[in-house]
Nanobody
């Protein structure tokens, strides 16, 4: 199975930046979709950003213009650059991988990394 390990979380003040990283146990070129999700206390998990093997990206509206997802194929990592952080960004951030070439699809989750933004 694909193992995913998140890193880079921490405590920051509003307006500051963090760079999260998701390290995959195999080449991310073989993983159709890599995504970052987040879950705040008392709220459902939501998709924050995703990127395909072809480099197509999408973002939840609330982070557009502030967050950037990318691929580092050489390192098998997917960073999430988070700028101008807001208190409402506070959540556990999870890396997600989807292999969708064949049925049944396979999905994998990291264990999460905490991001806390103080005002």
């Amino acid at each position: 199975q694909v193992q995913l390990v998140e890193s880079g979380g921490g405590l920051v003040q509003a307006g500051e930046s963090l760079r999260l990283s998701c390290a995959a146990s195999e080449s991310i070129r073989s993983i159709n979709i890599m995504s970052w999700y987040r879950q705040a206390p008392g709220k459902p998990r939501e998709l924050v950003a995703s990127i395909t093997t072809g480099g197509d990206t999408n973002y939840v509206d609330s982070v557009k213009g502030r967050f950037t997802i990318s691929r580092d194929n050489a390192k098998n990592t997917v960073p999430l650059q988070m700028n101008n952080l807001k208190p409402e960004d506070t959540a556990v951030y999870y890396c997600y991988a989807a292999l969708t070439t064949y049925l049944p699809y396979r999905n994998y989750w990291g264990q999460g990394t905490q991001v806390t933004v103080s005002s």
